[in-house]
Each structure stands twice: as structure tokens, then as C-alpha cells.
């Protein structure tokens, strides 16, 4: 039971830290940036979203279904987190960055069910 409540704090935690991410105002403007700056804040989206399915995952009960539930969680955290950008000034909201997000949580989910990615 302990264990189950820490896991809930650290899901929590990350997206408390995903949310500080989001809402600041971008640190390096994106005119005159490199493509390879792109590609890597790109990756961000999938790579951080896929950590949050996981630990959504290591949070809820061990069901198949709960790892759906999971990425779903972190999916509608995205359009939210896209919508509240909408706010911020000078940054912007975009369907792109939400799909990257589904990506990620898709793949964790993928890798969990094949094993090749346990949940500890």
C-alpha cells in the first residue's frame, strides 16, 4: 500500500514538473534555431510522455486495461497542457506536440505488453 502511494506522488510529481515545463516562457527563441534543436524538442514530447504512461502504469493496479488508462492519462495531460501554452506569451499550442505525446504513451504501453519493458 505504501509503495502504491509513493508511486501516485511520483506520477503526480512529474506532471507537476511537466506543467512548471510547459507554462514557462521559452527560454531559446525557434527563429534562426538549427533543425537538430527542433528534432530534439520534438523528442521531448515522445520521450516524455512516454515516461509519464509509465509511471501512470508502475501507479495503477497491474490490469492490461490500466495501461491503457495510463496513457490516456497522459494524453488528455497533453491537450491540457497544449491548451494552457495557448495562454502563456510566447508560446504556442500545437496539434503536432499532442500527437508526439500520443506517440510516446502508445509506445510505452506497446512495450510494456511485449515485455520489453517491465514495470518494477
Known sequence: ?????LNYAIA????ALVWYGSIAPHPIPYEG????WHI???????????????LWARALPRK????????AIAVIYGIFMEYL????????????DVCLD???AT???????KRKLPII
Request: charged letters at 5%.
Open 64 to 71: 492490461t486495461q490500466n495501461l491503457w488508462i495510463a496513457a
Open 107 to 113: 509506445l510505452t504501453v506497446l512495450a510494456i505488453l
Open 85 to 96: 501554452q495557448s495562454m502563456v506569451p510566447e508560446r504556442t499550442a500545437a496539434f503536432t
Open 40 to 54: 530534439f524538442h520534438k523528442s521531448l514530447h515522445v520521450g516524455g510522455y512516454a515516461l509519464m504512461t509509465y
Open 12 to 15: 503526480f510529481a512529474y506532471m
Open 102 to 104: 500520443a506517440i510516446g
Open 1 to 5: 500500500m505504501c509503495q502504491r502511494l
Open 33 to 36: 534555431t538549427s533543425p537538430s
